[in-house]
């Protein structure tokens, strides 16, 4: 059972502090936790907490969860939307939780991911530089494989098979990267494998099952023996149109820890309010005698931060 | 606050430029000159190629694609290093025109355009490029063809439909005479000179798929090899992507790829059901993508979703591409002769728009568009079908 949490600065927070910017649209009453949904957990696990006279807000939507928790895999997932700014997220919080991170960034460029992690107050290229960030470049590296020949295996080598290729190089990248040196580099915390995202590789030829494998080699591998955590990201068509997709996303349901899911609106397109985010907690190995926990959540992205609220209580709507 | 970002060495970046003096409030603000080499871009430089302007947002480097309507429905135009994916109209009647308005802004500005096709020789192509409705007589054009029924009632409040007037008005018309964005007239054809004097690459695919192939890497149809290496030798030895240190390229390449994923391609992705190359397309998309997002160029590509009823396919070629336009022209269905959609050819969906250095993105408001094709403009406008209903 998680520890509820004390209140420890390590936690993650999910909404990124904003010292007295635009958080007056978080109102006082935005949130009432004394009908918490669901659960009846004690408040303190979801808080809002106000520091004296700054409007500073955050959320801890991590309870107990510390930054050295062994071990577990926390799945990304958007239906319809765009989950991305998750992805944003994670980087920055275990960048500056002082985890050494291997991130697999294959959607977007190298600078697209440092200017977004500026915004939220991490370099990448200083933490490339140190040691503490070991990121592969998607798009410049499938340019290297294809069209240059190399004898040398390749993380993204399957780009240049024929057949649906396995991911056993891209395993190789990752535990190159995170396994432990010893007295070489200052103490990283626990390394974090963070991906973006397992989608892409489905329409790079890689079968669903082949994704899986690969999940299930670097679950073992980072989070039992490096005591490590994973993080990644999968689309959701929805429809049930992509069987593939199904597959690996449903699978990869089952072996999660942690389950954070951004949706649309079911009532269509907003601006304040950008989309809805279900969070659920799962203990994938125990029974589940009791309900996993969840929450919803609402959702507005700014520029620098995501501000988050209860289901209908959006600033523009009181 | 934001230090010269150096953007790690050769690392892609969508061309973020040097922003103005006037963007500095945000915590983006970039001051990077062009990827050349990087001998001589020491201090902070200006960048300002032709035809492009940087984005009020976040001071990226923004290309017009031919129609200003569709810019400002986009943000402020396309974004240097991505790809503008055109889903076609079922007959194929309007998304040629998108390609050649695209095509033709270019050429206007100076840009160097490479086409790609598969049925049309590209020389033919550019040769049918509207021509640019030049200052003096585009207010001519205008005049005659505003008939708009919103302007008597624009002044006076509306009784009826009082909820469109919140609506943004849509530029019919060109506001001012800006170098970015251009007006055409598509009953006339582009001045022959201007063809001449500007530099472009053409890529038949029949002419180049009759050479033997040697070992080629990955699953991806020839077709889709061919055009990959072609795109990337241009990009490399024009300079587009700033390894050359000779070649101090600042223009824009505009490239322009029709019907990709048509049978003509070699690709049977849209007709048949479980094909062996299903994952031909993606994989082409995704290395596109790669060679875009390194150099100074952008793309537009028309693509005949309407084949295929896999709408698995669908939702990952527009994961892999950046903006994402669907046309729905009425010909042939039963909205052709329903009196609500009379006043307009069909429909335009903004269905993607991406996410570029930044958590937001400039989506627009208005989801209900249409687009007509008067006699020589081609305009977007909201669909209003209330007020064309009342008025009978």
Known sequence: ?318 | MAAEATCGAGAGSTGSLAAAVGMSNVTSFQRRGPRVGGADSGGPRLMSIAGTRPSVRNGQLLVSTGLPALDQLLGGGLAVGTVLLIEEDKYNTYSPLLFKYFLAEGIINGHTVLVASAKEDPAVILQELPAPLLDDSRKQELDEDIYNHKTPESNSKMKIAWRYQLLPKMEAGPVSSSRFGHYYDASKRIPQELIEASKWHGFFLPEKISSTLKEEPGSLTPGYIKLLQFIQNIIYEEGFDGSNPQKKQKNILRIGIQSLGSPLWGDDIFCTENCDNSHSLTKFLYILRGLLRTSLSVCIITMPTHLTQNKAVIARVTNLSDTVVGLESFIGSERETNPLYKDYHGLIHIRQIPRLNNLICDESDVKDLAFKLKRKLFTIEVRDFYVSYIKG
């Open chain 1, 1 to 318: 059972m998680d520890s509820a949490g004390s209140v420890v600065s390590v936690a993650p927070q999910l909404l990124i502090q904003s010292a007295g910017s635009r958080s007056s649209e978080c109102s006082r009453n935005s949130i009432t936790f004394s009908t918490s949904p669901l659960t009846g957990r004690s408040r303190q696990d979801v808080a809002w907490s106000r520091r004296g006279q700054s409007r500073e807000r955050s959320c801890r939507l991590h309870p107990g969860r510390r930054a050295h928790d062994p071990g577990k895999l926390t799945l990304l997932c958007d239906a319809k939307t765009d989950g991305s700014f998750l992805v944003h997220h994670f980087l920055s919080f275990y960048l500056r939780a002082n985890c050494k991170v291997c991130f697999l960034a294959l959607v977007q460029s190298f600078s697209h991911y440092n200017i977004v992690g500026q915004k939220l107050g991490v370099s990448l290229t200083v933490a490339r530089e140190r040691g503490q960030l070991v990121f592969l470049e998607g798009l410049k590296s499938s340019m290297d494989v294809f069209f240059q020949a190399h004898k040398e295996p390749h993380p993204l080598q399957f780009l240049r098979e024929v057949n649906a290729g396995n991911l056993q190089p891209l395993f190789e990248f990752v535990r190159e990267a995170l396994k432990p040196v010893d007295n070489r580099e200052p103490a990283w915390r626990c390394p974090v494998l963070l991906v973006d995202d397992l989608s892409l590789l489905l329409s790079l030829g890689v079968g669903a099952v082949a994704v899986l494998d690969f999940v299930h080699y670097c679950r073992a591998t980072v989070c039992c023996e490096f005591k490590g955590n994973v993080v990644a990201l999968v689309h959701d068509s929805g429809d049930g149109e992509d069987e593939e997709n199904d597959i690996l996303l449903n699978g990869l349901s089952h072996q999660s820890h942690l389950i954070l899911r951004t949706e649309g609106l079911s009532t269509g397109f907003c601006r304040d309010v950008h989309g809805q985010l279900k969070i659920l907690w799962r203990r994938p190995s125990q029974p589940t005698a009791q309900r996993d926990r969840s929450l919803i959540y609402q959702y507005k992205i700014q520029d620098k931060n995501v501000s988050f609220f209860a289901k209908g209580m959006s600033p523009a709507v009181l």
